[in-house]
């Protein structure tokens, strides 16, 4: 079974800080997701990557297979931003059919 | 379509009564999944459908749940006899085949039993 850990699993910043969520695997994976959730429970899909680096307005997020290692960054983080950001990766075999999730980073940016 | 929707958005129940929610999920996606999420934690997966068949089912979907998708369109999750270890959030996604394409979830539905 594929265990997930993130850190930190908390974080508070300054408005226009870069910030680095980090989310470590045990089992080889096709893909990797990273998902953001907001207070009142909505999550919103923001990557899924199996190689490289994605990059999609502020949000960068990037993996390392080998490493079996996969990081967020936020550059210019906003107030906006404050959320819980969830990374997560399949949990059978390698199969889609579910995903395995870390606990989550809450990320509070200050004004 | 504008995505997965959950309903009801909260439900508040005595213990040992049953609950059923309800997902539509998006209409071309082939696979409907539920999760449950307590406080501070992570999601934890319960449940997932291809079509209308239920490919997989975790070890905590006890006896007391059970979730359908009989057309293939949208799932029911039932609790019966609810007990107040069930309070949590319970989110419905859903994907192409193999979330080839990432996952759509919902704004789930909270449970409260008191």
């Known amino acids: 079974k594929n265990e997930v850990e993130q850190s930190p699993q908390n974080l508070t910043a300054q408005e226009g800080e870069f910030i680095t969520i980090n989310c470590s695997y045990s089992?080889?994976?096709?893909?990797l997701h990273w998902l953001q959730q907001h207070p009142g429970g909505g999550i919103v899909s923001l990557f899924m990557?199996?190689?490289g680096k994605k990059k999609h307005g502020r949000l960068i997020a990037t993996i390392n297979i080998q490493e079996k290692h996969s990081s967020l960054h936020i550059t210019a983080s906003h107030p906006r931003d404050s959320a819980v950001y969830i990374c997560?990766?399949?949990?059978?075999?390698?199969?889609?059919?579910?995903?395995?999730f870390g606990k989550g980073t809450k990320l509070s940016v200050k004004p | 379509d504008t995505g997965v929707s959950q309903d009801p958005r909260h439900k508040i129940t005595k213990r040992g009564q049953n609950v059923t929610f309800r997902c539509d999920p998006i209409?071309?996606?082939?696979?409907l999944y539920w999760y449950r999420q307590t406080l501070g934690q992570g999601p934890e997966f319960l449940t997932y459908?291809?079509?209308?068949?239920?490919?997989?089912k975790s070890r905590l979907l006890s006896d007391r749940f059970s979730a359908e998708r009989p057309k293939g369109s949208f799932s029911t999750l039932e609790i019966q006899r609810t007990e107040q270890g069930d309070s949590a959030m319970y989110l419905c996604?859903?994907?192409?085949?193999?979330?080839?394409?990432?996952?759509?979830f919902g704004s789930g539905t909270r449970l409260t039993v008191v």
């Open positions: 996604a859903s994907s192409l085949v193999e979330g080839s394409y990432g996952y759509t």
């Open positions: 089992v080889g994976i096709s893909a």
């Open positions: 990557l199996s190689s």
């Open positions: 997560a990766v399949p949990g059978s075999g390698g199969s889609q059919g579910n995903l395995i």
């Open positions: 209409s071309e996606h082939n696979r």
């Open positions: 459908f291809q079509n209308e068949a239920q490919l997989e």
